[in-house]
T-cell receptor, first 112, second 108 residues
Framework: EADIYQTPRYLVIGTGKKITLECSQTMGHDKMYWYQQDPGMELHLIHYSYGVNSTEKGDLSSESTVSRIRTEHFPLTLESARPSHTSQYLC???????????FGPGTRLTVT | QQQVKQSPQSLIVQKGGISIINCAYENTAFDYFPWYQQFPGKGPALLIAIRPDVSEKKEGRFTISFNKSAKQFSLHIMDSQPGDSATYFCAASNDMRFGAGTRLTVKP
């Protein structure tokens, strides 16, 4: 069982609010990722990081930001939530060059 | 841009049958090809993976077949069980983009 945690698990917020989704891993993995996924559908890469102070945009990142100040922590921030952001957000981590990703349980976000 | 193409989108198989899911990739620099299994409400979890120096890898009822020249790889689930019902994703490193997913339903 991988030690990667996401909070909150469920969140319902109004349009225009700023939110931060938390992701933490205790495995010391260098690489971390954020994906957006509608239930049972394709995973879309939002952001990724190769280590502390490294952040890169994925395919679907224009409305969110991430930071990587500590190895274990990779929060995702939506500055102004919109109904189109309603989805599940999955965080994952990967040991350097190991290629296997460990996923957290996800945050189910609903923007009303 | 989708660098890993997966098919079919959904698959229904009878219990005891063989489930086959296919993926194709474009970038010849990819050197690791995993399959992930995802149950509803959970994150994906690594099921089985292969590197391009072998053509087949088997773990229990799950087998990956890899065709380097065709840039294709497939997941075979032998003796499919209702507990195998899940969404399956292929992926290709070094890019870690996933295929679109295949929703497998195994009927009892």
């Amino acid at each position: 069982e991988a030690d990667i945690y996401q909070t909150p698990r469920y969140l319902v917020i109004g349009t225009g609010k700023k939110i931060t989704l938390e992701c933490s891993q205790t495995m010391g993995h260098d690489k971390m990722y954020w994906y957006q996924q509608d239930p049972g559908m394709e995973l879309h890469l939002i952001h990724y990081s190769y280590g502390v102070n490294s952040t890169e945009k994925g395919d679907l990142s224009s409305e969110s930001t991430v930071s990587r100040i500590r190895t274990e922590h990779f929060p995702l921030t939506l500055e102004s939530a919109r109904p189109s952001h309603t989805s599940q957000y999955l965080c994952a981590s990967e040991e350097h060059d190991a290629y296997e990703q460990y996923f957290g349980p996800g945050t189910r976000l609903t923007v009303t | 841009q989708q660098q890993v193409k997966q098919s079919p989108q959904s698959l229904i198989v009878q219990k005891g049958g063989i489930s086959i899911i296919n993926c194709a990739y474009e970038n010849t620099a990819f050197d690791y090809f995993p399959w992930y299994q995802q149950f509803p409400g959970k994150g994906p979890a690594l099921l089985i993976a292969i590197r391009p120096d072998v053509s087949e890898k088997k773990e229990g009822r799950f087998t990956i077949s890899f065709n380097k020249s065709a840039k294709q790889f497939s997941l075979h689930i032998m003796d499919s069980q209702p507990g195998d019902s899940a969404t399956y994703f292929c992926a290709a490193s070094n890019d870690m983009r996933f295929g679109a997913g295949t929703r497998l339903t195994v009927k009892p």
